[in-house]
């Protein structure tokens, strides 16, 4: 959990750019991550270097003996602004492109450029990027969430940066495998796919010991404790892991940059992300291995409440569901790319659920009768604010078979407050969702047992055919009636009597003193 104190080093950093003149929240974000990739490579070359020392197994460098100058470990330390940022735009930057002209990655580091002009901003920026525990996984995490949570407006399709918290929530419901291919169709920063990563690490990782480092900032030398895990991975599902297992889509060229980024900084040192419209004929065209029948998980949060011109999509999307709006488009797209038992857990608007158009009924048609459509997870309406109050659901399914019995859950807390300030509260039903999920029970859906009173059900697929498949939570949950007990008419009437004539006498005194 980030802290105080490192809330503040961030909103101080974000305080800088700002007075420095580069206000657009994307381009404030974007500088920041190539200068924390900048160090991060630093950090990376210095663990690799101790870790070649111990074990006298040789590593392949990021920095040949000509570049050692360009380190992060090296520039930081000169006084000298206007040499700094000529040494950062001249050679760092350069270089990012140079260390990754053999992978995809490279494709986004090409045209990286340093937008700070002014060398005293580029100096604060460093010395105080140079202050934050990068070196620590989770913090690293939280630090660059908090920093993401800048962006507090939608963009102009209706996409928003997902809470990290739902991300971590929906990959767990997911429960991802090593062997695995997971995708985003509209993946923005790459936030489902690293909380994937870091699901399977954690998953396929035991504790083995920690190791102290002093490790030198700009408040003095600073002990840092790195935990080493035992690795259950094999060679392949190494590669596997860092090169094939994660697959992103977008057609927002900076979120990209920073996606790519940050996947390389988690560990997936060649992640496959794609300027791409997914939705566009271009798509399947350009990547007939992504378009179709290709992943095993998609976790996505589509853009909401988008208009295309039905000339620009994918006509194989068309021919599932008729429509203009980007959600449905979306949810075809989702069916189209998992392979047959291949899973998804996706965001859509409550609207997706109950719509009344042909195009809605269509699709939801068929999640349930050519699909297994498994829960519907109600999410409550300020879960993503202070972007948009739109109330949402996840939907989750598996493609191919049919559908028997649906599982739902009304969530009514997230852990934070519905409002725009979103402060952390105790009521929380996520930890309970998953709970629930993982010890769910189909055998009792048809029986008292199941109790659509409760905070989760099962719906038979009957109920909803008979329904036009109305999804909606509310068309199933059940609210239990409590009779109310109420006085005899009389006695009401007596006590209503009683009170006039206490105002009739304080009136007729009120008078008297006139």
């Known amino acids: 959990m980030i802290t105080g104190s490192l809330k503040s080093k961030i909103d101080k950093l974000w305080l800088e750019f700002w007075q420095g003149g580069i206000t657009n929240p994307l381009t404030v974000i974007e500088q920041i991550t190539f200068l924390m990739f900048s160090r991060m490579l630093d950090i990376n070359e210095t663990r690799d270097e101790k870790r070649a020392k111990r074990t006298k197994k040789e590593f392949t460098q990021r920095f040949s003996q000509d570049e050692q100058s360009i380190r992060w470990s090296n520039f930081r330390h000169i006084e000298d602004a206007d040499a700094l940022l000529k040494i950062v735009r001249d050679e760092v930057f350069p270089h990012f492109s140079r260390h ?18 002014k060398p005293s901003l580029l100096m604060k920026a460093i010395h105080m990027i140079n202050n934050l525990p990068l070196e620590q996984g989770d913090t690293k995490g939280d630090l660059y969430e908090y920093l993401l949570s800048k962006l507090t407006t939608a963009g102009i399709n209706g996409q928003f940066r997902t809470p990290r918290h739902i991300i971590k929530m ?31 690490m954690e998953k396929y990782s035991s504790e083995v010991g920690t190791i102290k480092d002093e490790v030198e900032t700009d408040e003095g030398k600073v002990v840092q404790q790195t935990t080493y895990t035992g690795d259950l991975l ?16 977008d057609f927002d060229a900076t979120m990209l940059r920073i996606a790519a980024m940050n996947l390389v900084m988690h560990g997936a040192e060649d992640p496959d992300i794609h300027y791409q419209d997914t939705l566009s004929q271009g798509f399947p065209e350009k990547f007939p291995n992504a378009a179709e029948n290709a992943f095993d ?60 158009s042909k195009a ?18 109600s999410l409550p309406s300020g879960v993503f604010k202070p972007y948009a109050g739109v109330s949402t659901a996840i939907v989750i399914f598996t493609k191919g078979g049919q559908t028997d019995h649906v599982w739902f859950y009304d969530v009514e807390n997230d852990g934070y407050s ?36 409760a905070k989760c059900f099962w719906v038979n697929a009957d109920e909803i055919r008979g329904n ?18 109420y006085d005899p008419p009389k006695e009401i009437l007596g006590r209503l009597k009683a009170l006039e004539n206490e105002i009739i006498t304080d009136l007729d005194e009120l008078e008297g003193m006139l």
Not at 102 to 116: H, S, V
Not at 176 to 186: F, L, S, T
């Open 100 to 117: 990754a002209a053999d992978t995809r990655f490279g494709d986004y580091m090409k045209d990286a450029q340093l937008m700070i002009q």
């Open 360 to 377: 809605h009924q269509s699709l939801r048609k068929t999640l349930v009768d050519d699909n297994q459509l498994e829960g519907i997870i």
């Open 234 to 249: 094999e060679p392949e599902h190494w590669q596997h892991l860092r090169q094939s297992m994660f697959h992103g889509f």
């Open 468 to 485: 036009k498949y109305d999804l909606s939570i509310n068309r199933y949950k059940e609210v239990p009636y409590e009779e109310e007990a």
């Open 418 to 453: 519905l409002d725009d300030k979103r402060d952390k509260i105790e009521q929380d039903d996520l930890p309970d969702v998953l709970a629930q999920w993982r010890a769910r029970d189909k055998t009792v859906a048809d029986t008292d047992k199941n109790d659509k009173t």
């Open 170 to 200: 929906m990959v767990g419901l997911l429960d991802p495998e090593i062997d695995e291919r997971i995708a985003d169709p509209a993946c923005g920063t790459a936030g489902f796919l690293i909380s994937s990563l870091e699901y399977i």
């Open 297 to 356: 998980l998609v976790l996505a949060n589509p853009p909401f409440k988008g208009m295309l011109d039905a000339d620009d999509v994918d006509p194989a999307i068309l021919r599932m569901v008729k429509t203009k709006k980007t959600e449905l488009l979306f949810m075809a797209l989702i069916l189209r790319m998992l392979k047959l038992g291949g899973r998804s857990a996706t965001i859509v608007p409550d609207g997706v659920l109950f719509g009344s």
